[in-house]
């Protein structure tokens, strides 16, 4: 069964930045980051196929970049201009295919990082 653990969460102010990451056990295709705040459902936040097509949450454009190491098995979440709103658990996963990494319907998850951004 595939593993990842994500990591760089932390306390920032607005206006920072962090760079999470998510080490897979193995090889993967497409890859996600979701976050779920408090009280709120999980979302995409960004998305990334093996050939390096990426897709983002509006909320996130201009401000986070995703990319991927494959040669490491690790996909990364440049996190800049963060805002409060940005405050939740972070959490990869991966699938063959894009379009359920998009939808985000996986039946597990790991136990993710956490980013709070507050002043």
């Known amino acids: 069964q595939v593993q990842l653990v994500e990591s760089g969460g932390g306390l920032v102010q607005p206006g920072g930045s962090l760079r999470l990451s998510c080490a897979v056990s193995r090889s993967f295709y497409a890859m996600g980051w979701y976050r779920q705040a408090s009280g709120k459902q999980r979302e995409l936040v960004a998305a990334i196929t093996y050939g390096g097509t990426t897709n983002y949450a509006d909320s996130v454009k201009g401000r986070f970049t995703i990319s991927r190491d494959n040669a490491k098995n690790t996909v990364y979440l440049q996190m800049n201009s963060l805002k409060p709103e940005d405050t939740a658990v972070y959490y990869c996963?991966?699938?063959?295919?894009?379009?359920?990494?998009?939808?985000?319907?996986?039946?597990?998850w790991g136990q993710g990082t956490q980013v709070t951004v507050s002043s």
């Open positions: 996963n991966t699938d063959p295919s894009m379009r359920r990494v998009v939808t985000g319907t996986f039946d597990s």
